[in-house]
């Protein structure tokens, strides 16, 4: 096959191209499909203004409510983690003795192992 050939042959090709996108782009974008379910959304029947003003009120109440529970629940935490720091730092300060857990006499063989190589 000559060169030039296949270099017009993708010429027209890349012309198709774009002259295809332009028309695509010229096209009116349709709205969304009036068939597409909005089952996520949820469905608040309101006829009047009074109603209305009671859904507000309502939400925002719970709002406030929602809030106090995540505030009272994150002060929970903190008071918890503050008491367990505080003594985790006697027990540092103090250097009193910890309680005899499963590893302790592991460690204990392994410093006895340490301060032999030491010697």
Not at 34 to 59: F, H, M, R
Request: glycine fraction near 4%; charge should be negative.
């Amino acid at each position: 096959m000559n060169v030039k050939f296949i270099v017009g042959i993708l010429a027209l090709a890349g012309i198709g191209a774009c002259i295809y996108y332009f028309i695509c782009r010229r096209k009116p974008k349709e709205s969304a499909p009036q068939n597409q379910k909005t089952d996520y959304l949820p469905k608040v029947v309101v006829s009047s203004s009074e109603k209305a003003a009671d859904t507000i009120d309502d939400a925002k109440e719970k709002l406030a409510e929602e809030k106090r529970d995540a505030a009272m629940s994150i002060q929970k935490r903190h008071e918890e983690v503050a008491k367990e720091m505080k003594e985790s730092l006697n027990h540092i300060i103090d250097d009193t003795p910890v309680g005899e857990t499963e590893n302790t006499e592991t460690l204990n063989e392994m410093m006895d192992d340490l301060d032999k190589l030491m010697d």
